[in-house]
């Protein structure tokens, strides 16, 4: 299976994955095709999951995931995984161990920082990331994570439906504000949006209310304890939050700011 056609295979189930989870209801049929040709079934597919580490109970539900894709009428085809400790020489690792055993196609790893290395190692394997990192792409690795330029299109579309068009954008400094930032001043114009500031800051930082211009709205691509204390920061102004799939890191209905 060559990469135009694993692509070709994947977009006509016109996937939209989230966190990478649904991505992983194709497995079973892409697992068949690999499977017909070798007589391994799943075992041809391999996927990286962090099942110690910080990023633990992501993982596992992940693993959960594909079990449930896998476990009705068709445990053979259940893709092994493999620890990667949520570390990017866990991750090497764990690809060398998934190939050693066979695997034909990586799913995984989590992180962009992770991916480098798998992708040393993966020779001509296909490497399908669960990074939203789209510059993976032009190392060799399809990118399944919703990248910030999916994120800013789709919430600048929903927002210019409501009347929203003045528009902040709120990060913590680092690689995903970056690139949300290029994408979003990428697309504003087109979209019918101003985006009034961008400001890449830490959360506690004072001041945030003022910064914002004349926004109608803020875009908060963020996720955890960093979007709950924006959300306290932004306590008591009548902007519209817009959010992320960052936002699902959580659980943000529990949070009254939000």
């Known amino acids: 299976m060559n990469r135009r056609s694993f692509l070709q295979s994947t977009c006509a189930r016109g996937l939209v994955p989230v966190l990478g989870l649904p991505m ?23 996927l990286l999951l962090p099942l110690t580490g910080e ?20 445990p053979d085809r259940a893709p092994k ?29 989590l992180r962009a920082d992770q991916t480098a290395g ?14 939203n990192d789209d510059t993976l792409g032009a190392q060799g690795a ?20 409501q009347g929203l068009t003045r528009i902040a954008v709120l990060s913590r400094a680092g690689p ?26 830490d959360p506690d930082d004072g001041g945030l209310q003022g910064a914002l211009g004349q926004a109608q709205a803020v875009f908060l691509p963020e996720g955890g304890a960093t979007l709950a204390a924006f959300a306290r920061a932004l306590r008591g102004s009548d902007v519209q939050l817009l959010g992320s ?3 699902g890191v959580a659980d943000v209905t529990a949070d009254a700011n939000l």
Not at 24 to 46: E, N, P, V, W, Y
Not at 142 to 161: C, D, K, L, N
Not at 176 to 201: H, Y
């Open 118 to 131: 798998v992708l040393a190692v993966a020779g001509n394997r296909p490497v399908i990331t669960f990074s």
């Open 142 to 161: 399809f990118v399944m994570g919703i990248t910030p330029a999916q994120s800013v299109a789709t919430m600048f579309s929903y927002a210019r439906a």
């Open 55 to 74: 990023a633990a109970a992501l993982g596992e539900n992940m693993a959960r995931a594909a079990s449930l894709v896998t476990q009705a009428g068709a």
């Open 176 to 201: 995903l504000g970056q690139a949300t930032e290029t994408a979003a001043r990428a697309l504003a114009a087109a979209g019918g949006i101003t985006i009034t500031s961008v400001l890449q800051r």
């Open 81 to 109: 995984i493999y620890d990667t400790q949520d570390t990017a020489e866990g991750s090497a690792n764990a690809a060398r161990q998934a190939i050693d055993n066979g695997a034909k196609i990586l799913l995984g790893p």
């Open 245 to 247: 799939v960052q936002w």
């Open 24 to 46: 992983l209801a194709a497995c079973g049929d892409i697992a068949q095709t690999a499977g017909r040709s070798s007589g391994r079934g799943g075992r041809d597919f391999a």
